[in-house]
Structure formats: structure tokens, C-alpha cells
């Protein structure tokens, strides 16, 4: 029996008021356990050298190595060898286009599948889903297709923001662009507002964290969910896929 995936969702790498993975780093040591070597894929932001840096000095402060995987000419190699993954934030479509474009997609899943834990924050946890539809992003490039990694069987909404009732503002909500995406596409969506992560383990997704989340399902009615909460039942077994 192979071991079971072992996912950690972060909606934002920063909360307002404090620094880089501040509000999430207990999780982060937790969820890494023994693990000492970390690979980062920096492919979210333009410049991968700054980016790389930012995050090997923060990983760094909570006793784990961090290598960046655009440094390397063998990238599936250094895959295999890795203790662990995390994917930052940035622009979705940039960072998948070029998981796609260097063929990184399926040695990145296969691992994770057997027991590699992947650590994603907003953009990176957007490629966990089956497909990048529900990003907030502007496709500033085409990747081949919107399919990505598809470590959880639903789909991820980072830094979901609530209807304002006040707001005169008379663009499309939210929540309104991912009802729209449940009329044409059967996944679960889960909205994870700032402040809030997804622990994807033992067959199980808790959400945990301060802000909670708004759970969308095609033909139901959205579903507040609370930090502590097991979702699983509405969004799927992550083993399941």
C-alpha cells in the first residue's frame, strides 16, 4: 500500500500586520516534521533569483535547507531528491505554463502521491487543484491548458473575499465568477480567505487557521466552514483521486 498524499494549502504567504509565512509557520514545522531539505519552485514571480532568496532565508530561520529549482539543470532529478516541496504565490498562469513547459507536472505528482509532503501558498496552492479555473489571476501567459497537478480532488479559490453589501462597486463578486464556474464544471470549490490553509492528510482535508472558508458544490447552496473543520464529506477524500 503506497503512502498517502500529505497536502498544506495556504490562501496568503502574508497576513496584514506581520511578515513572510509568519501566521503559518507552527503548521509549516509541523506539517515537515523530519524533513530537512526543501525544493522551491519560484516560477509565480518574474524574477526567480529574488524570489528564491526570500524564501531560503525565511525556511531557513525554522531550521530547514531550501534549494530553488531554476538554479538546477537536472530539475527531475533534484524532484526525486527533495524531502519535501513548496510552490509560492504569484501569477498562476505563469507559474503552471512553466511547470508545463519543463515537464515538471507529473514527477511533482507522482511524488507527493507517494508520501512527498507539498507545501503551496496561494498561486502554488491553485496548481494543487485538478484545474487553475477558479484563480483570481490575469492570464498574462498561456500555459498548454488550465490542468494542473490535481494533488486534491477540488478545486482552490485563495484570498476569497465576502460580498460587501455597502460596495457600489457593480463588477461581478467572487463568489459570483465561482458559481459561474460551478454552472459549466462539477468540482467542489473551496474559498479560503486570507488567514486561512488546508491540511490535506490521512485521507482527511482539515481547514485550519483564523478566517475560515466558503465551500461551493454545483446544485447546493454555499457552506460556511469553520477553522477545525473536516471537510472531507464535501469536497472529496484527497487519496481519492
Known sequence: MRPRSRVLLISNSTVYGRS???HVEEEIRNFLGRAKAVLFFPFALHDRDEYAGKAKARFE???YSLAS?????????????????????GNTFRLLKALQDLDLIEPIRRKVRNGT?????????????PTIKTTKDMPIVQPRSFDALGLVPFQISPHY????????????????????????????VVG?????????ENGAVFLKGSTGARIFRRG?????????????ELVGAPDAI
Not at 73 to 78: C, I, Q, S, T
Not at 164 to 179: C, Y
Not at 192 to 200: D, I, K, T
Open 20 to 22: 513572510y509565512l509568519d
Open 61 to 63: 530561520t525554522m531550521g
Open 69 to 89: 529549482v531554476h538554479k538546477v539543470d537536472n530539475h527531475k532529478a533534484v524532484i526525486e531528491k527533495a524531502d519535501a516541496f513548496f510552490i509560492g504565490g
Open 117 to 129: 509532503p507539498y507545501i503551496g501558498s496561494s498561486a502554488g496552492s491553485n496548481v494543487a487543484g
Open 161 to 188: 473575499l465576502d460580498p460587501d453589501p455597502a460596495s457600489t462597486h457593480m463588477g461581478e463578486t467572487q463568489e459570483e465568477r465561482i458559481l459561474q464556474f460551478l454552472e459549466e464544471n462539477e468540482t467542489p
Open 192 to 200: 479560503m480567505r486570507e488567514g486561512a490553509w488546508l491540511l490535506a
Open 220 to 232: 447546493h447552496p454555499p457552506v460556511e466552514a469553520t477553522p477545525g473543520a473536516d471537510i472531507s
